[in-house]
């Protein structure tokens, strides 16, 4: 195959998490000249637009964050939440590339049908990605086992079955081939990136050479949007993220805690305290939204619910990390950064002064300092976006995913 001008689509899962370490990647397949159409949640089409790929916008109702799973009728109605996002795209997608076939498809862990069933009909390979820690058939993709105490899944429940029974009609009258669901699920993707190192990953060498960790996107310098403390104050960044529980009380306990300690307190709030006018203490700083590279190359500490993409910045940066997790993949991740011995972790209910007095020990362990500048220099290594589109570029034109390099540590 000719791949002077490669055709990709990529599919993503409607999270920011999960469409931000694509966004690069789609971008360096644009400025190589290469065609790209990335499929996404209406609410995302602008940030995409900005990689200078085509937008397939489609409808989302996946919930921005997770609800709690507590009995099995909120297993059920999570995992139709999964499954009715699966296919949201089917009807735009089947649409946009019926005329327009591609040579390869990008998808998302969690979004394996559509991507799938455009792959089938056009008869391309695959590629998966990972955004956070890599999954096979010895490693659940959030790289740990089901809560043995949480509630069983029932197949047969009626919200489940309801939704199977409904499934052939809809893909019937999109003019799916019968037969093409199943196939698409006993395919295997033909390669797959993670986006975090190798190093980061949990039992890394349970995965083959069709794993190719390429870590995180080298971000771009800082535009001078935030200015450090001019008097040299040491800076704890803190942020839960967009899908995290909505928690008000967390940054003003936070904030409280700092009070005498000399520290500068950054806190990007995304909707959290949308209610909260009460005067703040002068060494706190609030923002709806604040890119963390902006701030991270003067920051001390950082304070995260534990999304993959939010470590990842703090690793290239050097930033040891206080992890305060909330959901499932998060309590993974964050467990997996203080057996590195990268940070610590604190779950449940925290007070504020736990996470200073965490913020302020961990600043200060010069063994956490050195295991995070390994860390930052495996995450420089990997590759990122470039080495991602190599391996799309080989994978395309047929010739496997051989890299000609060393270790996952050797990339320059």
Known sequence: MDTSRLRSAFFTFPGYGHLRPILPVAAELVDRGHEVTVVVADRYADDVARTGARVVTYRSEFPAAVPEVVTADDLAAA?????????A????????FAEHPVDIVVEDA??????????????????????GFAGNDEVPVNGSEPDPDGPRFDAEHPAVAAFHRALPARLAALG????????????????????????????????????????????PPPSGT??????????????????????????????????????????TTADHLDADTAAWPDYV????????????????????????????????????VVTVPQQPDARVAARHVAELGLGRVHSGAVTGAA??????????DTAVAARVAGMRSAARAAGGARRAADVLERVAAGSGITEDRGSDTTWT
């Open 285 to 320: 700083e609030r923002y709806a939204w604040l890119d963390h590279n902006e701030v991270l190359p003067h920051t001390d500490v950082l304070v995260c619910q534990a999304g993959s993409g939010t470590l990842m910045d703090a690793f290239w940066h050097g930033v040891p």
């Open 226 to 267: 935030w200015t450090p403390p001019a008097d040299g104050s040491p800076v704890a960044l803190i942020s839960l993220g967009t899908s995290a529980t909505h928690n008000p009380g967390f940054f003003r306990s936070c904030a409280e805690a700092f009070a005498g300690t000399g520290w500068r307190v950054v806190m």
């Open 176 to 219: 799916v081939p019968g037969g093409a669901v199943d196939r698409v699920r006993a395919r295997r993707a033909a390669a797959n990136l993670v986006f975090v190192p190798r190093e980061f990953q949990p039992r890394a060498e349970c995965f083959d050479d069709s794993f190719v960790f390429v870590g995180a996107h080298n971000p």
């Open 355 to 364: 996470i200073r007095d965490a913020a302020l020990a961990v600043a200060a």
């Open 110 to 131: 969690l979004s394996t049908a559509v991507s799938g069933l455009v792959a089938d009909r056009a008869g391309c390979p695959v590629v998966r990605a990972f955004p």
């Open 89 to 96: 795209a089917l009807p735009a997608a089947w649409a946009a």
């Open 79 to 87: 995992v139709v939440h999964y499954l009715e996002e699966a296919f």
